[in-house]
DNA sequence: TACGCTCCTGAGAGCGCTCCCATGAGAGCG
DNA sequence: CGCTCTCATGGGAGCGCTCTCAGGAGCGTA
C-alpha cells in the first residue's frame, strides 16, 4: 500500500498521452479530444491521482489559499460568538470555491506585522481577509504596497476605496434607536464599542442619527465599552446611579449581557425599569433573562460575501474597488418592551 | 517599487556567495563560514528576502503546514464555546512553531471523506489535528493507511495506539458526583454528553463511578443531550417532573444553560431546590444565574499540546504513540449549594 | 615535502507542475 | 492537388528551492 506519489507523466504514460495532455485534462482546458480525456479521466479515477500542491503553486505561482486574519488582542476573542461565525461563513465559502482556508490569529498588535514576513513574502496565500482593524491600522497600507488581493470584513477607516463587506452598523442602530422610540422611551442611552473601531463609530453615529430623528433625549448617556461584559456592566452601573434612563441601546449582544447584569443589580427590572436592545443577534436567545431584542447582522453572509469577493479579485475579475453593505434585521423579543403598552 | 521576488541566486550574488550557502544560512545549518553567514544574513535583512514556501515545499516535501480538522456538523458550532478556544490553543503553537494553520470544517460527515483528495492528496499539510470524533470515526484509517501523521484531540474510541490529547473527562465527572455528595445530595442526576462521543461516555463513566463510590441515588435519572441547550432542558424538564432530583451534573456548559432554564421555568431556584454543576467552564462565570459551578478543562492547553504532539511526531522526534491527559479543575461558584450548610 | 584530515563552498540534478512553442494531422477552400 | 487554417498533442524550459557530491583550502602530522 506505500504508494509513492502518481505524478503527470505517470499518469500521462498510464493513459497513454503525454503530461501535457493530462494537464490540460486536469484543468479543464476546451482543446483535448473527447477520447483522450476520458482515458485520462478513467486513470486518473482509478488511481485517485490528484496533483501536487506546491509543484502547482511553484509553477503557477498560485497557491489556492486564502487568509483570514485576526488581529487586535485574540485571548478573550471567542468569548465573543462573533469570530465563530465569521470563521464558519468564510470557511464555507472557501470549500465551495475549492480554496483552503489558513488563519492567522495575532494577540497582540506587534504579532500583526509578522503577515508581511511570515505570510506575504513566503508567498503562502493568493489573498486574506482581514478584520477586526482598528482605525488607523497598517496592515492595510502594506497590502495595498505590496498589491496582495486582499478584502476587509468591515469598512476602511479613511474611506479609502478598498474591497469590503460589512453589515449595515449605521442603518441597524439607527432602526434601534427609532424602535425604542416607537415604544414611547424618551431618555435613551447607548452603550457603544469602543470608538477607534468602525463598528463603534458607525453603530454611534446611526444610534445618534436615529435619536435625533425621534427627538430623543440622550443627553448624559452615551456611554462607551471595550466590547467586554465588564465594561457594559460598569457603563450600565454608572448611567443608572447618575440619572434616569428609560431604555439602553448596548452596542454588541455580550455587552449587553453586562448590562442585564448591572440592571439585576440596582435592583431593577428589564424591560419594565429599564428596556435593552443589542446588536448582533448572534447569542442563543435563551442564554439572557428577560431574552434580548437585537438588531441582527448577518455574521455567516458577511463571511461567505468577503471569501466569494476575494475569490473574484484573485481571479482578476474584479478591479474596481466595491463596497458591500448588508442589510441588519432587527428582532424583537422581551428585553424592549412589549409594544402594545406604548405604541406611539 | 514593484519589486520583483527575489530568489536564493540573487541573494547569493548580492553576499558573494552561492545560492548552497544562502540556503545553509537560512536553514541554520553549521558548516557556514561566519564572514559568510554574516554577509548573508545583512542582505537578507536589507532586502526582506523571505524563501518561497512553494519550491520549498516542493524540494523539500515538507509544507509547513498543520490542518485542523473539525468533522461533525458544524453549523451550530460555535454556539459552544468549546471550538473557538480550541482554534486559539493550536494557533498560540503554530505561531510559535512558524507554521501555518489551516482550517478544515465540516457540515457534513459526507463532506469529510473530501479530507482524503483535498487535502492529503494534494500533499496541503504535513500533519493534522482532528477533533469531535465520533465513535467508529473512518477519517482515523484513512489517516494510518496513507501514513499521515496526526493527533486526535480526545482520546480514540477504539483504545488504539494513537497520539492523542484529551482532558480528564473521567476524573472531572468524578469529581463533580464526589463534589455533590460532599454536599449532602444524595438524589442525583447527570445529563451527559452524546453517548456516541467519547466525551459523553467518559463523563458519564466518571459520573457513574463516583455516584457509586459516594452511594449516590441515580435511579432514573440518567439523561442524555446532544450538547444543545434544548435537549437540556427537555431532559431536566422531564427530570423535574418524574421524580425528586437535589442535583445535576449536566456535561457541558452549553447544556448547563439549558438546565437551568428548565430548573426556573418549574418554578424551582438552583441551588436551593436543585443544584447544578456543569463540564467545560468556558463561559463567562456572570453569564449564567446563579454562577456556574464547573469541571473546567483547559480547552486552549490541549489544543496547544496537540499542536506541540503533531510537531514533534512531523519531525520524528516521537514515534510510538502517546496519550496526554491533562487534569481539570473544579471551580466552585454558588450553582451547587454553598459547602458550609452541608458539609460531610 | 607530502599526505591525510576537516571544513567550507559551489554546481548539478531534480521535486511536479504550468506555460509556450513547434509539430503533425486533418478539414476546407480555390 | 496544393494551400492555408484549425485543432490536438508532445516536449522543452523553468518556477525556486533542497540535497548530494565533488573539489579546494587550510591545517596538522610523519
Not at 51 to 62: E, K, Y
Request: charged share 20%.
Amino acid at each position: 500500500m506505500m504508494a509513492t506519489r502518481l505524478n503527470l507523466e505517470e499518469i500521462g504514460k498510464l493513459a497513454g498521452v503525454s503530461r501535457s495532455t493530462v494537464s490540460r485534462v486536469i484543468n479543464g482546458e476546451s482543446n483535448v479530444s473527447p477520447e483522450a480525456r476520458a482515458r485520462v479521466e478513467a486513470v486518473i479515477a482509478e488511481t485517485g491521482y490528484r496533483p501536487h500542491a506546491a509543484a502547482r503553486s511553484l509553477a503557477s505561482n498560485r497557491t489556492g489559499v486564502v487568509g483570514l486574519v485576526i488581529p487586535s488582542a485574540v485571548a478573550t476573542l471567542f468569548d465573543d460568538p462573533y469570530f465563530g461565525r465569521l470563521i464558519l461563513g468564510v470557511s464555507n465559502a472557501t470549500q465551495l470555491a475549492g480554496t483552503t482556508l489558513s488563519l492567522f490569529l495575532f494577540r497582540e498588535e506587534s504579532e500583526e506585522s509578522a503577515i508581511g514576513s511570515r505570510v506575504i513574502g513566503p508567498g503562502l496565500v493568493d489573498g486574506l481577509i482581514v478584520t477586526a482593524t482598528r482605525m488607523g491600522d497598517p496592515l492595510i497600507d502594506e497590502l495595498v504596497d505590496v498589491g496582495m488581493p486582499f478584502v476587509i470584513v468591515g469598512r476602511p477607516d479613511d474611506g479609502r476605496p478598498v474591497f469590503s463587506v460589512d453589515a449595515d452598523n449605521r442603518g441597524g442602530a439607527r432602526c434601534a434607536a427609532l424602535h425604542l422610540a416607537s415604544h414611547g422611551y424618551r431618555r435613551v442611552g447607548m452603550i457603544s464599542p469602543p470608538s477607534n473601531t468602525t463598528a463603534g463609530v458607525d453603530r454611534r453615529a446611526g444610534f445618534l442619527e436615529g435619536a435625533a430623528d425621534a427627538d430623543l433625549d440622550v443627553s448624559g448617556l452615551l456611554h462607551e465599552g471595550d466590547w467586554s461584559e465588564a465594561s457594559a456592566h460598569a457603563a450600565m452601573a454608572q448611567m443608572l446611579e447618575s440619572s434616569s434612563v428609560e431604555a439602553v441601546f448596548v452596542g454588541s449582544d455580550r455587552m449587553a449581557v453586562g448590562a442585564l447584569r448591572a440592571i439585576r443589580e440596582a435592583g431593577l427590572r428589564c424591560p419594565e425599569d429599564v428596556a435593552v436592545i443589542s446588536f448582533d443577534g448572534l447569542l442563543p436567545p435563551s442564554q439572557t433573562m428577560p431574552r434580548l431584542t437585537s438588531v441582527a447582522q448577518p455574521v455567516t453572509d458577511v463571511g461567505e460575501r468577503a471569501a466569494a469577493l476575494l475569490n473574484a479579485v484573485i481571479e482578476g475579475e474584479l478591479t474596481t474597488p466595491e463596497q458591500i453593505v448588508l442589510p441588519t434585521e432587527l428582532v424583537i423579543r422581551e428585553s424592549c418592551g412589549t409594544t402594545e403598552g406604548n405604541s406611539s
